[in-house]
């Protein structure tokens, strides 16, 4: 499947299925707008004379991946998407070289998921009940996942257009961040991460890496494009702990971009639920492969070898 297909394909079940709802955002929607507007701001700086075949391969915190393009944290509504919804979205991952991100719930079948030999991470949120955060904590690693960690940037629960959808959480301290790395054997990743101070802290804390995101517009309204804070982040991530981003990421060229911005990986977020709507694991295989292809193509014509060989000069704005 060629990706507008999966894209309008995706979008069309999605509606029969009355599962839209999940993907609108919170209040004005202006962060899914601005996600767009962001990304749309910046054209490439073609420099093809002397280029070379480039890899999308790349080694991000002991995972060996064929693709920079990996899935954002989600569980809901996978399942509801598509009978046995997790274990396709893993599969078509595995396949395609990518990795498999979880969020809430965290899923019963997340030992099975690690099965598949996708690589996982799982998150969870900053709930109030301390004691089920750390428990859950426990379990994710468990059942075997590569990376574990919290979305920090749920302290106020979720909500789409006006109304609440995940409550229970409170926000995190430093200290509790401390602990948590303490608590976590595996790499230990911290996602909804959106200015420089807060990356300061997770490197304070220990975090091997961060997810520069504004949850795909499901937290609070008016929160910038990660785009609008990278550079500032990298100024004081840069060696020192693996920067991730994802929000309103769809094709290659997007991919390219936040690579240029100085990310490792690539999240996606609603091009999955898309994907596995259209196609199940082969629209999830698909998916990736048809972006990884598309960022190959740009990456050959902008002198750039490999994700990691992206410039950040290579990005005009207009
Ligand atoms: C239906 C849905 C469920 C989500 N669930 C979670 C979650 O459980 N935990 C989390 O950290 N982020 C969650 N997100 C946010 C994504 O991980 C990601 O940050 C965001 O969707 C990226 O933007 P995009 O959808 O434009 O690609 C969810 C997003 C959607 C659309």
Known sequence: MKLTEIYEKGKEVLKRQDYNF??????????????????????????????????????????????????????????????????????????AGSLMWTGTPVPKELKALAETGVPLAATVKPLKNRKRMFETLEEIQEAGVHWAGIEIDVGQGTKIKDRPIIAGCTPMSLAELKEVRKEISAKMIVKGVLSRQDAEKCIEAGADGIMVSNHGGHTIDYLPHPFQVMDD???????????????????????????????????????????VAAGGQEGVKSLVEEITEELRRIMGMIGARDPQAVPRDCLLES
Request: proline share 4%.
């Open 22 to 95: 999940a993907l609108d955002a919170v209040e004005t929607e202006f962060v899914m707008a601005n996600n767009r507007r962001v990304l749309d701001r910046y054209t490439f700086l073609q420099q093809c004379i002397d280029g070379t075949e480039p890899t999308t391969h790349t080694s991000v915190l002991g995972v060996e991946l064929k693709t920079p393009v990996i899935m954002s944290a989600m569980t809901m509504p996978i399942p509801a998407i598509a009978e046995e919804g997790l274990m396709k979205v893993a599969r078509g991952l595995k396949e």
């Open 233 to 275: 982040i990298m100024e004081i991530a840069r060696d020192r702990i693996v920067v991730m981003v994802d929000g309103g990421f769809r094709r290659g060229s997007d991919v390219c971009k936040g690579l240029a911005f100085g990310a490792s990986l690539v999240g996606l977020g609603r091009p999955i639920l898309w994907a």
